[in-house]
């Protein structure tokens, strides 16, 4: 039973860095109506930029502020310098486009980086025990670091004059377009978000794990899985599916083994796009 606990302790905190990831999916997909097949690249960009950084000041926190900025710089250059010429296309050209985009920054990552895996050189700490169950302090501080990004994320959505104008572009981007809506200071906001999103959680995946140029790509089918299992386009049905799915995977790892725990979120997939196409917190729509 105590290893069970802790394989659910551990999957909730992958589920916290897939469902990061499925956030920024499903931003992107919300408002520029779109899959970014790019956000597990960007994950491992913030993940080796962050190491680099930390290796350099022996600090994770300012690696990981670094690797924030370089995501937001990452994602506004790829709005600024393709997306944004692609504006009215269908969205198989922008998804080839984000395609691309994830090619060349792996390619990129991999000239800099090099190919072997890294981790972050990180103290030891002994576990905490309770009740039999160890716990990790630094799953912990990731779990607070999910958390506040999560926040973050939410209050600019809910709270902030371009959040509002990001979700009404999300309800009706014809609508908010006749209402003065500034579509490039919206794409701007949002690309930035959801580049700062995904190096974060390509940084407490390589906290997690180990850091190599195929780790954000690895990430993708959850991340996708998460998106459309907590309804597309939907920022809280994204987290709570990424919780979900990471737990999952992570509790049949003594029934399917390490490497095929994976094949969890494509059997998810599946089911989701034929039982429920709309996802958990989804609503259907109907066609004209």
């Known amino acids: 039973m105590s290893v ?3 394989l659910f302790i551990g999957g909730l905190m992958s589920g916290l860095v897939v469902g990061l990831a499925a956030l920024a999916i499903t931003l992107v997909f919300g408002i520029a109506r779109f899959p970014n097949a790019a956000t597990g690249d960007a994950m491992t960009l913030g993940a080796f930029v962050a190491l680099s950084v930390s290796a350099i000041t ?3 926190i300012i690696g990981g ?3 924030a900025v370089m995501g937001v710089a990452v994602g506004v250059g790829a709005y600024v310098l393709v997306f944004r010429k692609l504006a009215g296309r269908s969205s198989v050209a922008n998804l080839l486009a984000s395609m691309g985009i994830a090619f060349f920054v792996r390619a990129v990552v991999g000239l800099i980086f090099g190919h072997q895996q890294q981790v972050f050189q990180l103290p030891l700490v002994r576990p905490w025990r309770v ?7 630094s799953d912990l501080t990731l779990a607070t670091v999910a958390l506040v990004t999560l926040g973050a994320v939410f209050l600019v959505l809910h709270m902030t004059p371009v959040g509002r104008r990001m979700r009404a572009v999300a309800d009706d981007p014809g609508l908010a377009r006749v209402s003065g809506i500034s579509p490039t200071r919206v794409m701007i906001a949002l690309w930035a978000m959801t580049g700062s999103v995904s190096a974060i959680a390509g940084v407490m995946y390589g906290i997690k794990t180990v850091v190599t ?9 959850p991340a996708f899985a998460a998106a459309i299992l907590g309804g597309i386009g939907h920022p809280v049905g994204a987290i709570v599916a990424g919780v979900l799915l990471g737990a999952l995977q992570e509790m049949s790892t003594p029934l399917v083994g390490f490497t095929y725990k994976i094949a969890i979120s494509f059997v998810v997939l599946l089911i989701v796009l034929l039982v429920r196409p709309q996802g958990l917190l989804g609503q259907a729509e109907g066609a004209r």
Request: hydrophobic share 55%; glycine share 8%; no cysteine.
């Open 213 to 221: 140029p195929e780790m954000g790509w690895d990430m993708l089918l």
């Open 4 to 6: 069970l606990v802790e």
């Open 58 to 60: 022996g600090s994770v």
């Open 65 to 67: 502020l670094i690797a």
């Open 131 to 137: 009740f039999d169950i160890r716990i990790q302090p």
